[in-house]
């Protein structure tokens, strides 16, 4: 069974129906046709460079795969990240060919299918630790008291304890047991600082 002849359908009507943006950048580099998923999300950019609206960080991937196809050859499927029309960053999933007339390849023909970022992680309680409370949780979790804390921070016991105190509060942990599993639930603590085969850290002496 052969193929239909794709020119017995309404192909450009089909690709402005189509729900992920679609373009067609001409062989000087600017957008020369936008569907209207494109529009809506990225505003009118007919006319302008289509480099100007990829991130710093992607723009000479996109002039790779560009180059790439005004010349007729083809490349893969790769992730762009673009700036929607309030100039917010939109990673696309994208994909390209080249648009030929007879034997003459006179743009690009582009779709890129937004990929949904993820969710940003709530706020721990322990992402306002200072680097020196962070520090004296990890020596918690190894199970020291506060005079070998101490000695490895090389201060007073005095300060080693209101170093801690003040990790106590800041987590709202009620003891020093209690910030050290606060630090392993949140992923802080790495689970081998504390003593092999145990299922949690070890019971950890005021002193």
Known sequence: MTPEDPA???LSRAIDDLAAPAVVIDRDGRYSWLNRAYIELFGDRRGQAFV?????????LARTNFARKVVGKT??????????R????????TTSSPLWRGDEVVGVFGIGVPIPQPSKPEASVLDDLTPRQQEVLRLLAEGLNTRQIAQRLGVAEETARNHIRALLRATGAHSRLEAVLIGL??????????RPGQQEPPPIADE
């Open 75 to 84: 490349t893969g499927i790769y992730d762009l990240t673009v700036f929607d």
């Open 8 to 10: 017995k359908f309404d």
């Open 185 to 194: 639930r949140l992923g802080v603590v790495d689970p081998n600082l504390t």
């Open 52 to 60: 100007d609206s990829i991130a710093p960080e992607h723009r000479q």
């Open 86 to 93: 309030s100039g917010a960053r939109i990673t696309l999933r």
